[in-house]
Structures are given as structure tokens and as C-alpha cells.
């Protein structure tokens, strides 16, 4: 029961069936299991990426490493989510937006910490927050083989899923 309160994290280590399946289905899976996770769920609202882009971004770098070849657009296309035709070149359009939008926020970034904004004790809170998502990855990448062990680890994670989330909706807020 708490096995399934945990929520997988969205990195691509956590995907050792990924064989079994076809491309399309691993990749869109993937997608599919990172969108219905509430920590990326608060996150990916509250980012400049939209929800299209977020997901062309992740098929675009996703679909290679589970491929392990270079794939074309037009095959990148095809991995999207909707039933709708999505053309190479709305794809590469999508995914030019995402890629801009992920480096303005870089740059952003940056420029608050130039400009010594990033030091200042508001942002305390993003800092713990980081910390804190990097806690729980951590936790999801050491998860003990043997059940002995395994449901106090999975209790662990639950209470910092938790806490990441009331966090987050916190930050949200302000």
C-alpha cells in the first residue's frame, strides 16, 4: 500500500523493463508517469516551459538515450502524446521554444546572482527546496533491494514527498 504512495521520480535510470516495450511506448510511458507525478506536477506549472514544450523537450532528449541512436524529427514527432499528427516542423518549432525558455531561466538565474540577489534570505526557502528535491532523488536511487529494509525506506521517501510538496505549494503561494 505505502509502495504505492511513493512516487517514481522522472529520471531515466528508473526505467530497467525499457526493452520490453516499443520506443513510442517507453518513451510516451515515461512522459505519461512524470506528468502524473505532484512534485513535477507544481513544478512544471510554475516554470516558463508550457506543458507541450515540456514534453517535447523530454522526448527529444529521452527518446535517444532510450534508442541509443540519433533519431530525425519527424521520428521525434511521432513519440508525442497526442493522436494528433504533429508535424517536423511544429515539432523543431516546439522544441526551439522549450530550449529558449530553459536558457532564459538559466540566465535569470545568473543575473540574480550577479547582481547578489541570490544571497539574500528570501530565497532561503528555494535553496532548502533544491536540497530538498536532491534528498529525495537520492533517496529513489538508493532504494534497498531486500524487504526488510524496504518499508522504512519507502516510509522515508513518503515523509519527504510529502514535504516537498507542502513546500512547494507554499512557494507557489508567495
Known amino acids: 500500500m505505502l509502495k504505492k504512495l511513493v512516487y517514481k521520480t522522472v529520471s531515466i535510470e528508473s526505467f530497467g523493463w525499457i526493452n520490453k516495450l516499443s520506443l513510442k511506448k517507453n518513451v510516451q510511458n515515461w512522459i505519461i508517469q512524470a506528468f502524473n507525478d505532484p512534485i513535477v506536477k507544481i513544478l512544471s506549472k510554475n516554470s516558463h516551459l508550457t506543458k507541450t514544450q515540456l514534453e517535447t523537450l523530454l522526448i527529444d532528449i529521452l527518446s535517444e538515450n532510450i534508442s541509443g541512436k540519433q533519431l530525425k524529427y519527424d521520428e521525434k514527432a511521432k513519440l508525442r502524446l497526442t493522436k494528433a499528427k504533429i508535424t517536423r516542423g511544429a515539432f523543431n518549432r ?81
Open 94 to 174: 516546439t522544441l526551439q521554444q522549450a530550449k529558449e525558455n530553459v536558457t532564459r531561466s538559466i540566465y535569470t538565474i545568473l543575473l540574480l546572482g550577479y547582481l547578489g540577489i541570490l544571497e539574500t534570505t528570501q530565497l532561503n526557502l528555494y535553496i532548502e527546496i533544491a536540497n530538498k528535491l536532491h534528498e529525495y532523488l537520492d533517496a529513489y536511487k538508493n532504494m534497498p533491494k531486500t524487504d526488510e529494509k524496504l518499508n522504512e525506506h519507502l516510509k522515508l521517501m513518503e515523509i519527504i514527498r510529502e514535504e516537498l510538496q507542502s513546500t512547494l505549494l507554499e512557494l507557489t503561494k508567495r
